[in-house]
């Protein structure tokens, strides 16, 4: 397995100046971009504070019709409890800017987080785009896995069935459990990065 | 439907912010004669589908066909698409009004004695800012006749607009190559003269990052094209396929092989295609 070995401070000071030219900072195999959230339960989450820790970011948008097929099968919510229950760190990112679809206020998120029965760690509000930007988030619901090391395992779709359709999901492979089982039984993550299905990531830059 | 075998088209069925419908091109089947089917689609201002490539996010329409004995459909052929989206978020498909076409063969021994009926069930995903999955059920029924009518004037330029809005191969005389560089690809293009302006759409997803640059080298006999890597291209491609746009109506398809600069070929030690001249200088035969 691949260690990072450079000093948290230099990883620190690459990412901030790598993020405002929008290039993607986060790249499978390489260290993944430190942030620190804010969420809609009002604590504050560093990334760097899960050192030790698989951590899953999962980009949401709770208009959007792919998002819908995940939450209204329970698929999403099975992959949140099935996971954090077995000490992984589960984010969901919500990279909407004001008035686009998929912004909400941190009540109206946790309205819907007890009404989904969803089980985060916690649900990270990103109106700026800053995290979804500093990984160059397209899509949601796309998904990122990150190891114990810091180092980014998987980028892509949540699985293999870019559609919207509910009765796609007992016959898709989930990337997510592929790779999080791989990593953790030691093994290299045989699909490390997919294109991630899903709507646009409605950040603040959009031209309508 | 039988009712709607009329003259004129019907009406299209609707999908989210628009409509979809089925039409042939020629108003009659019979055994042994191929024929084109449309799928065309009227959107409302703004909103979009997508390529058979949708880019960063969306997918494209999905058709289950219900045909009758006899009767099988071949690759759909796309129109050029265009560049949707926002800067960070790169998406290639339609606006407005486009027709996919779909070419239809007929068996020899195809036995309807008076009509037959294909239908479609589109699924489709309709965009502006927001999503809207659809699905439709179209069809179209065809009178069983050996003589081929004269197809009707509308729907003749409705399949000659559509013909027009489709990648054309490249010339024979076109030369292009793919050189592998670490974070992206360098296209190539020798064509005989000065190319200013080109712009790559490529045919599979995670190739290449569609919001990056491309920035056009001009040369003497053509372009270097410059394409960034996708984040998500963690293994080499064995070829780089797309439509190559030049100007609003020159699109291109074109399919070549990737070399590594001044390398041999790659480790995973393919076969040398026939198309392949050297491992240096790859040409390519367009489809």
Redesign the interface.
Known sequence: MKHSKLYPTLVTVLLLCAAPI?M?A????EPAPGFTGTASNGKTYRLSDYRGKFVVLEWHNN????VGKHYNSGNMQRLQKQWTGRGVVWFTILSSAPG??GFVSASEENEYLAKEQAAPTAALLDPTGEIG?LY?A??SPQMVVINPQGVVIY??AIDDK????LADIPVATNYVSLALDAAMAGKEVAT????????????G???? | MVLCATESRAAGTPIPHGTVELISEIQSIAAGRPLYLGLHFQLERGWHIYWVNPGDSGEPPRVKWDLPKGVSVGAIEWPTPRRLGTPSIVDFGYEDDVMLIVPVRVDAGFAAQKEARVGAEVKVLVCREMCIPGKAEVSVSLPVKPSQPVPERETSALFAAARKSMPRPAPASWRFRVIDGKDSFELVAEVGHQITQASFFPLAESQIKNAGPQDIVPTSTGFRLKLTKSDQLLKPIERLQGVLVLSADKAYSIDVPVGKPGAAKNSSGNEIRSTQSSESSKEVTQK
């Open positions: 929008l993607s986060a790249k499978v195999g208009g959007c019709p792919y686009k679809q930007h160059d397209k899509t980028d892509g870019p559609t919207t359709d490390a990065a997919t294109r991630p299905y899903g709507c646009s990531v409605k950040y830059d959009s031209s309508h």
